[in-house]
DNA sequence: GCATGATTACCATTGAGTGGGAATCCTTCA
DNA sequence: TGAAGGATTCCCACTCAATGGTAATCATGC
């Protein structure tokens, strides 16, 4: 699959084209770009330019480029995260009503939590999730829950490799993740205080699919010293309750009911 | 740009390929999408197979295919809506909360309006928008807010091409359009009664970006025989301001202040 | 068991993709 | 004004990735 002499395929390439754009790189010249891909100059211009005519990138004003929004159209139209995101704002909506600090939603990618929205402004407390932005599993109450009710396949997966410790209170002890999963898994709720930033705990509870799958994590995220974090566990599962309904789930009642109180 | 028999380059099949997904295709079998795409069998497996590879498809559990969460992941991440979106959000709530039947956020891409934000059910009113949804530009109140502070060259190339009359109220002549423009900007709204389906109105202003240009329209959608449709126009331009202003946008305040009411 | 359709395997052919090098075109700064 | 540094475009000979037909194999349902 590769003409280049790195091996590597145009749809590798292309990859590495648009990946090299995040949100602190929104727009750069096709030099630059050549530079952070490493691909060759003149490779580099070709391959922007059919690009360009393709509309999946564009130029700006200033005659640099940055991701089409045709690009964002196509990727974005026949996802299925876009489903579940307007499944689930309006009750993300209700939870930052109640709770105004920062809502999150995230799903798990790979090996890390995605966060495919949040409400909430970053200046209020400290949260560093950002939309389509990651984090890894075990430093995160979405990536807990998440991570609690996959296959155990996964779980090994995921606690065999090194895992980072951010903070005190960062558990990267495999067995010790294992006793904190199991809790999760019985009291249908993660709450993490000051895992990943020392300054803010996270809370998170499951949001199911239709075919009674964990599909994606509900969390807040609540400055640490808050007297009752407990307390933000009811507001989370009425609204995830909500949005699995919203996403075709027909409830395991006796479950849920349990974990509710 | 194609070594193939059809003359199509890798990306433009590429492209061919994820634009075969949308909201009412989100999964299929590999040799549906090669019927939906018209593309040699062989060639859709094997195009198929590096996609997956790169993650930029994904497998459902029956085996089916459809968009990779990388792939909204990428487009996301680096994109210019995603900023906007953020930035409209919390106001778009504002609107929301106070008409109550359907707000959006609409950008001009190439010949047609494309919606990247909707609050509000489906269910209360009609309203044909959706996310990463098209519409045509002299059909919506959106479109023609864009469309009356786009340049002429762009004006002209709109206005010259056939449009289609959905209803009664649709203006499809040039001249009229253009003098409904003129109004739209002298004004600083669009309303539009029943122009594409004729229970609903719509009802747009301008939102600006940093260097002054209107980078999108704010709209709401309301019932058609709703008495006072003039009376929304205040609340969506407090929010357009708020948004304008989360852009970076300075304002120019006499004509914003003239528009008001 | 037997269609019908989806998927994988095989393989000869060829032009799209490649990338080094050099020529322009901008900026910027002295 | 002029020179230096960088971005962009132009040129071109080489080659293997991509192609897509045919056929075998693998589901699935009736």
Redesign the interface.
């Known amino acids: ?1 590769a003409n280049s002499a790195s091996g590597e ?4 390439r ?2 590495t084209i ?6 602190k ?2 727009s750069m010249s096709v030099a630059e770009l050549g530079r952070r891909t490493g691909l060759p100059v003149t490779t580099t211009y070709r391959l922007v330019d ?2 360009l005519l ?3 990138l564009e130029r700006d ?1 200033k005659g640099n480029i ?2 089409g ?15 579940l995101r ?1 499944a689930a ?2 009750f993300m ?1 209700d939870v930052q009503s109640v709770v105004q600090h920062s809502t999150t939603l995230g ?1 798990l ?2 090996d890390e939590v ?1 966060y ?1 929205e949040r ?1 909430g ?1 970053t200046s209020t407390i400290v949260d560093i999730t950002k ?3 990651r984090l890894p599993v075990h430093a995160t109450s979405s990536g807990m829950v998440l991570l609690a009710h996959s296959p155990s396949a996964y779980q090994d997966m995921i606690l065999s490799r090194p895992l980072t410790k951010y903070t005190e209170t960062t558990l990267t002890d495999p067995a010790a993740l294992r006793r904190h999963l199991a809790e999760i898994r019985q009291r249908g709720f993660a709450a993490m205080p000051g895992v990943i930033v020392p300054e803010s705990s996270g809370i998170a509870v499951p949001v199911y699919g239709s ?1 009674s799958t964990v599909v994606a994590a509900l969390s807040v995220v609540v400055p640490r010293d808050e007297e009752n974090t407990a307390a933000r566990v009811p507001v989370l599962m009425t609204a995830a309750r909500g949005i699995s309904r919203a996403l075709g789930w027909r409830g395991k009642l006796k479950g849920t009911l349990r974990q509710s109180h």
Chains 1, 2 share one sequence.
Not at 9 to 12: A, F, G, P, T, Y
């Open positions: 699959m395929s145009i749809i590798r292309f990859i648009i990946s090299a754009f995040d949100d790189h929104t059919e690009l393709e509309r999946l004003p940055q991701l929004t045709r690009m964002w159209e196509l990727a974005s139209r026949g996802s299925k995260t876009l489903g307007e704002l309006p909506e799903v990618d790979s995605l495919i409400l402004s939309i389509a932005g075919d």
